[in-house]
């Protein structure tokens, strides 16, 4: 096993669990290599402190499990079992304390487990997952960074295509044609396309407004590869743009460049948040920056940390993050320029490399 089961196993010993009962796709795939999407049925990994865990899965994914998994001690169930019937024996009798993913089993699902059970007491299993998770090893960041290059060379063919006349929809189609055409899984959230004032919209969903010249076209986009997710944000000129829009952008961009100078172990979040909000507030637009600056990024495209200002929890090598500061004036312009970044031992490296100087695209 590697050095994840042995962290695994200590946090375990720490905090009196005897054993633990994993059923997140995603923290199946991070211990065991194996990736499965059971959809309703049954997935879990059991871990023991004192015995070699057992990986049970539906028995339609029986093959693919064997050649995938680092597991090697696999059970399977059908459709007609009862897979709590089929966890049973895999765990020791008389549990003193199962923990067990609180984000992901449901009511009805732990009420099944207990039922069929006799562990004394449950506890959470996700803040070990999550200090686990948190700082990326050397194999991961290069699955971060295949991820990445994939979604950049996406976004540099896909901008080649936009003119004018095309609708928000329309490019966000040409991008996850493209996404599939480059080898992404999927991606790895709604693709955001959203022109001129509508750019303004912080969450805003792309629709059947037309792409015009004179404005600001904002790119919010990632995808899965290999399991690893990436998130950029670029925001374009559709030919010469008004001052005002300059401005905002010229504001972002060092928000975010500012942001980015600050990470380095022993900092905390809420400073890297404060580092750009006050670049924002100082050129006066501080009430149009409405969000945090960033958050973790991993296997989920969402994940801890969360990059706000109370966040005062510290910056630890290995830790990988957004950062990306927006401002959105409503019924003007918005602008939000988002890259990937790493701590390392001495600073921080950025993954991302798409050209961040406003550029102009649609001639």
């Known amino acids: 096993m590697n050095e994840s089961?042995?962290?695994?196993?200590?946090?375990?010993?720490?905090?009196?669990?005897?054993?633990?009962?994993?059923?997140?796709?995603?923290?199946?795939?991070?211990?065991?290599?194996?990736?499965?999407?059971?959809?309703?049925?049954?997935?879990?990994?059991?871990?023991?402190?004192?015995?070699?865990?057992?990986?049970?899965?539906?028995?339609?994914?029986?093959?693919?499990?064997?050649?995938?998994?680092?597991?090697?001690?696999?059970?399977?169930?059908?459709?007609?079992?009862?897979?709590?019937?089929?966890l049973k024996p895999c765990l020791p009798a008389g549990l003193n304390q199962l923990a067990f993913e609180k984000n992901h089993i449901s009511v009805a699902r732990f009420e099944a487990l207990a039922a069929a059970l006799d562990a004394k007491r449950y506890a959470d299993a996700g803040p070990i997952l999550q200090e686990l998770r948190v700082i990326k090893s050397p194999e991961e960041v290069e699955r971060l960074l295949e991820a990445i290059r994939v979604i950049e060379d996406v976004l540099m063919e896909g901008v080649s295509r936009v003119r004018p006349g095309m609708t928000e929809l329309d490019v966000v189609a040409e991008l996850e044609y493209l996404m599939k055409k480059k080898g992404a899984e999927r991606p790895s959230f709604d693709t955001m396309v959203l022109a001129g004032e509508r750019a303004a919209l912080p969450h805003g969903v792309p629709g059947n407004r037309v792409i015009r010249e004179g404005e600001l076209l904002l790119f919010d986009l990632g995808v899965y590869v290999n399991g690893y997710a990436s998130d950029i944000t670029r925001t374009f000129a559709v030919g010469e743009v008004s001052?005002?829009?300059?401005?905002?952008?010229?504001?972002?961009?060092?928000?975010?460049?500012?942001?980015?100078?600050?990470?380095?172990?022993?900092?905390?979040?809420?400073?890297?948040?404060?580092?750009?909000?006050?670049?924002?507030?100082?050129?006066?637009?501080?009430?149009?920056?409405?969000?945090?600056?960033?958050?973790?990024?991993?296997?989920?495209?969402?994940?801890?940390?969360?990059?706000?200002?109370?966040?005062?929890?510290?910056?630890?090598?290995?830790?990988?993050?957004?950062?990306?500061?927006?401002?959105?004036?409503?019924?003007?312009?918005?602008?939000?320029i988002e890259d990937d970044v790493i701590v390392t031992e001495d600073g921080v490296r950025v993954l991302t490399s798409y050209p961040k100087e406003l550029t102009v695209i649609g001639g």
Not at 27 to 35: E, I, K
Not at 246 to 265: F, G, H, M, Q, S
């Open 243 to 336: 001052e005002e829009s300059r401005r905002i952008y010229d504001t972002v961009l060092a928000a975010n460049e500012a942001a980015i100078a600050a990470v380095k172990p022993g900092v905390t979040f809420g400073s890297l948040d404060r580092t750009a909000r006050q670049v924002i507030e100082d050129r006066g637009y501080g009430a149009y920056f409405t969000h945090r600056l960033g958050h973790g990024l991993g296997l989920d495209v969402h994940e801890y940390p969360s990059v706000h200002g109370r966040n005062e929890d510290v910056l630890k090598p290995g830790m990988v993050f957004t950062i990306e500061p927006g401002v959105y004036v409503p019924n003007v312009a918005g602008v939000r």
């Open 5 to 86: 089961w042995n962290r695994l196993r200590t946090a375990m010993e720490q905090e009196g669990h005897d054993a633990l009962l994993i059923t997140d796709p995603k923290h199946v795939y991070y211990l065991t290599s194996f990736a499965c999407d059971p959809h309703e049925r049954f997935l879990g990994l059991v871990i023991q402190r004192d015995a070699e865990p057992t990986l049970i899965v539906p028995a339609l994914d029986a093959d693919k499990a064997a050649s995938a998994s680092s597991v090697k001690n696999i059970v399977t169930h059908t459709d007609t079992d009862n897979p709590y019937d089929v």
